[in-house]
């Protein structure tokens, strides 16, 4: 994992990041929008785990996105319901063929499933650094004093996912090594041994809970007048990056209010005429979702610069 600059930035700044960018993503259903937020999540989520991130993104979300596409134009030629917005309650005009079914397929129903694809994607993109940057530390500072009972939980469930993976793998081994491996046997076999370390690793997690749960309540977690050590600190650098965000979030939210980004795919494709307000609010777009790879990206040159002044010259040959 490379060394992430924006994660060292204050919890509040990180959190209005993602609830900018994370809720831009699902509200805004411009093609651009979307595939700017698309390119914007992957990097950052390729910077922050590596190789990790780019075997996830070809194994799975790959074949996610292939049979996203192609439910949505195999079961509806349409968006969504008049009831949730009426420019999509229109049927698609453009029928290329009629299916087995008796449903047509139109040409509007195939491109709106290509972008509720990508969309999906480009939402567990962005959740995946969100759950790599606001880890549950930073959660509980934010919340534990506003509401304490719901940040425990939520801190305990980011870290769900990662803790069952390595339970699991403990799990798996002790199994295997008293002769009840889950790979080996017959079909029946293996489920019952898979059923059995399934039994264990949530008799673990239920037994983990309690222990946690008794130990924040005995540490005094949630009373009145309790104070917490914190190591974070709302400094000048975490002021201007507030400042950035509020300027290229209220820029994004301004044109969008005013149409700017609006675009329908059915009865057909139509979208606001191309402006300079309109390329403007795309190139705030475009900062926003690149924030912190450009973070990255301007602390890895400083880093570089450094180096270079450190280095001692190299002798000169005689």
């Known amino acids: 994992m490379n060394r992430d600059t924006f994660s060292s930035y204050h919890p509040a700044v990180a959190m209005l990041y993602f609830v900018l960018v994370i809720g831009m993503t699902m509200f805004l259903n411009h093609p651009v929008c979307l595939g700017i937020s698309l390119v914007g999540a992957l990097a950052y989520s390729i910077y922050l785990k590596g190789k990790k991130a780019v075997r996830f993104n070809l194994a799975y979300m790959l074949p996610l996105l292939v049979i996203t596409a192609l439910i949505n134009p195999a079961f509806s030629h349409q968006g969504v319901t008049a009831a949730v917005n009426p420019a999509f309650s229109h049927e698609g005009r453009t029928i290329l063929r009629y299916l087995p079914s008796g449903n047509p397929l139109t040409l509007e129903s195939i491109l709106y499933g290509i972008c509720a ?4 994607i480009t939402v567990i993109a962005w959740f995946s650094c969100f759950n790599a940057v606001m880890t549950s530390d ?17 801190s305990m469930s980011l870290r769900f996912v990662p803790r069952f993976t390595a339970q699991i793998k403990v799990i798996s081994n002790a199994q295997k090594c008293v002769g009840r491996d889950v790979g ?16 264990i690793l949530v008799t673990w997690a239920l037994e983990n809970a309690i222990d946690t749960a008794d130990s924040m309540k005995d540490r ?12 974070y600190r709302f400094d000048r650098r975490d002021k201007w990056a507030l400042l950035f965000l509020l300027l290229c979030g209220g820029g994004v939210l301004a044109g969008m209010f ?8 059915m009865p057909v494709l139509s979208g606001a005429a191309f402006d300079l307000w309109q390329a403007g609010v795309f190139a705030l777009y475009l900062a926003l979702c690149a924030m912190p790879v450009l973070l ?10 450094l180096q270079k002044r450190r280095m001692p010259p190299l002798p000169s040959k005689t």
């Open 117 to 120: 694809a990508f969309l999906l």
């Open 138 to 154: 930073k959660f509980v500072y934010l919340f534990g004093r506003i509401i304490p009972a719901l940040s425990l939980v939520l």
């Open 184 to 199: 080996s046997g017959g079909l029946i076999k293996r489920a019952k041994q898979g059923i059995k370390i399934l039994s």
């Open 220 to 231: 005094g977690y949630g009373l009145p007048g309790r104070t917490a050590f914190s190591i």
């Open 258 to 265: 005013a149409g700017k980004l609006k675009f329908v795919y």
């Open 296 to 305: 990255n990206g301007k602390e890895g040159i400083k880093w570089k610069a």
